[in-house]
């Protein structure tokens, strides 16, 4: 995914940042980051 991508979504910086965190191999944020996108994922189709 490229950074123009991100950008014409205009989505807020926190949700980049979890998204960064998603990519990244930590285990320990991967896991909340997958909760917290698929959280807003959910907000955003309602």
Do not use: V, Y
């Not at 991508?5 to 965190?21: D, F, H």
Request: net charge positive; no cysteine.
């Amino acid at each position: 995914m490229s950074w123009e991508n991100t950008s014409i979504k205009a989505k807020p910086s926190n949700l980049l940042a979890r998204q960064a965190l998603l990519k990244s191999n930590h285990p320990k944020g991967s896991k909340k980051a997958k909760t917290l996108l698929l959280k807003e994922r959910r907000r955003d189709l309602i």
